[in-house]
Nanobody, 120 residues
Framework: QVQLVESGGGLVQPGGSLRLSCAAS????????MRWYRQAPGKEREVVAM???????NYASSVKGRFTISRDNAKNTVYLQMNSLKPEDTAVYCC??????????????WGQGTQVTVSS
């Protein structure tokens, strides 16, 4: 069973920066894609950024150019560098990872989430 533990959330002023981390532990196979989702109060959960095991990244249009996703495969850790933060970035940010077993069984895992609040 893979566990995902996020860290790095907090309160920041508009225009500021935060770096989120998500460490995956307990994986017996290779972690495949890793993603960051967020959910603001009263809104649906949305994918913010994703990165494949080879490092290919994609972003939501609302964060492109401001957020950068990266990963350290040796540490099974994914990062989200968030710059030029806006009040509308306020949300609970949650990490996601999936893995495939050698016989192609697919498993998905979610972290508990970390609060990011952008406010003056």
């Amino acid at each position: 069973q893979v566990q995902l533990v996020e860290s790095g959330g907090g309160l920041v002023q508009p225009g500021g920066s935060l770096r989120l981390s998500c460490a995956a532990s307990g994986s017996r196979f290779s972690i495949n894609a890793m993603r960051w989702y967020r959910q603001a109060p009263g809104k649906e959960r949305e994918v913010v950024a994703m990165i494949t095991s080879s490092g290919s990244a994609n972003y939501a249009s609302s964060v492109k150019g401001r957020f950068t996703i990266s990963r350290d495969n040796a540490k099974n850790t994914v990062y989200l560098q968030m710059n030029s933060l806006k009040p509308e970035d306020t949300a609970v940010y949650c990490c996601y990872a999936d893995e495939f077993t050698p016989n192609w069984a697919h498993y998905e895992y979610w972290g508990q989430g970390t609060q990011v609040t952008v406010s003056s």
